[in-house]
């Protein structure tokens, strides 16, 4: 089992910035990749962006050049920076890491708000 906490989110102007942190516990060892989601109402869930445990890197189109994603092995973290944040990216932004097995954990998700 891996238990996942999100932090970061809020209320941001448009240009903004944001960075969105995800501690992992529990059975850490066997973390994969580790993702960022998110869910706008509405709407359907979907993959912003990915980093493998390697450190290879996937973002959503519309995020590319905007958002990075990064971890911390050592620590269990991942991060995802927002900068030059649009009232499009607000949704609740959810962390999921994949283990090894194959099976995939979901954080509670963190609400950002873009708007003047």
């Known amino acids: 089992q891996v238990q996942l906490v999100e932090s970061g989110g809020g209320l941001v102007q448009p240009g903004g910035s944001l960075k969105l942190s995800c501690a992992a516990s529990g059975k850490t060892s066997g973390i994969h990749s580790m993702n960022w989601y998110r869910q706008a109402p509405g709407k359907q869930r979907e993959l912003v962006a990915t980093?493998?445990?390697?450190?290879?890197?996937n973002y959503l189109d519309s995020a590319k050049g905007r958002f990075t994603i990064s971890r911390d092995n050592a620590n269990s973290m991942v991060y995802l920076q927002m900068n030059s944040l649009k009232p499009e990216d607000t949704a609740v932004y959810y962390c999921?890491?994949?283990?090894?097995?194959?099976?995939?954990?979901w954080g509670q998700g963190t609400q950002v708000t873009v708007s003047s």
């Open positions: 999921n890491v994949l283990v090894n097995s194959g099976i995939g954990y």
């Open positions: 980093i493998t445990r390697g450190g290879s890197t």
